[in-house]
Nanobody
Framework: QVQLEESGGGPVQAGGSLRLSCTAS????????MGWLRQAPGKERETVAA????????YYADSAKGRFTISKGNAKNTVYLQMNSLKPEDTGVYYC????????????????WGQGTQVTVSS
């Protein structure tokens, strides 16, 4: 079983930046995909970015392309989401997630996710 702990959320003005961090523990995760999902008010949960175990392959939702960057830490059990040029529509709870496969490609939910961190972007 994998435990995921997120940090880095908070309030920010439109146009600002935030960096989310997630640390995984409790299981062998080097072969897993890790990523970030967003639950915006009144909307379905969306995978905004994901990365494979060695950082060689990434995925971005259209809403995140050009503004968000996902990366792995040196220890491979940490994933970051750098969010720039934030917009009010980026507001939501951001969940770190992991799975053995690329869950977003199949429209399914990841195997494990954390408690989430709130991001609030004001105009």
């Amino acid at each position: 079983q994998v435990q995921l702990e997120e940090s880095g959320g908070g309030p920010v003005q439109a146009g600002g930046s935030l960096r989310l961090s997630c640390t995984a523990s409790g299981s062998t995760f080097s072969s897993y995909y890790m990523g970030w999902l967003r639950q915006a008010p009144g909307k379905e949960r969306e995978t905004v970015a994901a990365i494979n175990w060695n950082g060689a392959s990434t995925y971005y939702a259209d809403s995140a392309k050009g503004r968000f960057t996902i990366s792995k830490g040196n220890a491979k059990n940490t994933v970051y989401l750098q969010m720039n040029s934030l917009k009010p529509e980026d507001t939501g709870v951001y969940y770190c997630a992991t799975d053995q496969g690329d869950w977003w490609a199949y429209g399914s939910s990841p195997q494990s996710w954390g408690q989430g961190t709130q991001v609030t972007v004001s105009s």
